[in-house]
């Protein structure tokens, strides 16, 4: 066996082991910061839709188109507007609004 060795001590030449314990930990810090960087951008993304709010601090109001007998039957945030569910007794519909304004943006129905 021929070893490679240092001719100042007669010890066993080591910088290629140091050379590589050095890249090896160097991958280390790189791929954590890469995970935590995903974990922060994933983060980010899943509540990246901002809380609806209004600007003025004041109440809105608006009147829902429709007829009689109607009820609301729930209440959701939809990006930047409100959609509330209206049960009718035929199947109900979901009508769009603007927070900032109290504006009907549209509405679905289900047929």
Same mark, same amino acid.
């Given at each position: 066996?021929?070893? #490679? !060795?240092? %001719? !100042?001590?007669?010890?066993?030449?080591?910088?290629?082991?140091?050379?590589? +314990?050095?890249?090896?930990?160097?991958?280390?810090?790189?791929? #954590?910061?890469? +995970?935590?960087?995903?974990? +922060?951008?994933?983060?980010?993304? &899943? #509540?990246?839709?901002? @809380? +609806? %709010?209004?600007? %003025?601090?004041? @109440?809105?109001?608006?009147?829902?188109?429709?007829? %009689?007998?109607?009820?609301?039957?729930?209440?959701? /945030?939809?990006?930047?507007?409100?959609?509330?569910?209206?049960?009718?007794?035929?199947?109900?519909?979901?009508?769009?609004?603007?927070?900032?304004? /109290?504006?009907?943006? /549209? &509405?679905?129905?289900?047929?």
């Amino acid at each position: 066996m021929d070893q #490679t !060795r240092d %001719s !100042r001590k007669g010890t066993p030449d080591l910088r290629g082991l140091k050379a590589l +314990v050095i890249g090896l930990g160097v991958l280390i810090v790189l791929g #954590t910061a890469l +995970v935590i960087g995903v974990v +922060v951008k994933r983060f980010m993304e &899943s #509540t990246g839709h901002a @809380p +609806v %709010s209004i600007v %003025s601090g004041a @109440p809105f109001a608006t009147v829902l188109p429709g007829g %009689s007998g109607g009820k609301i039957a729930g209440i959701a /945030g939809a990006g930047g507007e409100v959609a509330v569910w209206i049960d009718d007794g035929k199947g109900g519909r979901i009508d769009f609004i603007d927070p900032r304004s /109290g504006a009907v943006l /549209g &509405s679905a129905r289900v047929r």
